[in-house]
């Protein structure tokens, strides 16, 4: 039986490194007197060695978050297609 089983490790970590869509589901900080919740922002992460508990020390993600940037459009450019 054949199946995609999905993104390898090293694909996903390059991925979550750059700005990416992210639905926060509990309030996140994205400037200055600026939090969002249950709304749709932009993150990126960095892998780091951080305290898991009972003395183990592992891989964390420590987030950054931004609102999503708008998109700004020239005169004569048309609309970006995905």
Excluded: A
């Amino acid at each position: 039986m054949k199946f995609d089983c999905g993104e390898t490790q090293e694909e996903k970590q390059s991925r979550l490194r750059e700005w990416h869509r992210f639905f926060c589901i509990w309030p996140r900080r994205v400037g200055y007197r600026d939090c969002r919740w249950l709304e749709t922002i932009e993150r990126k992460g960095d892998l780091v060695i951080g305290y898991i508990g009972n003395g183990i020390n592992g891989f964390c993600w420590k987030w950054e978050y931004r609102p999503i940037q708008p998109i700004v459009l020239e005169p004569d450019q048309p609309w970006p297609r995905k």
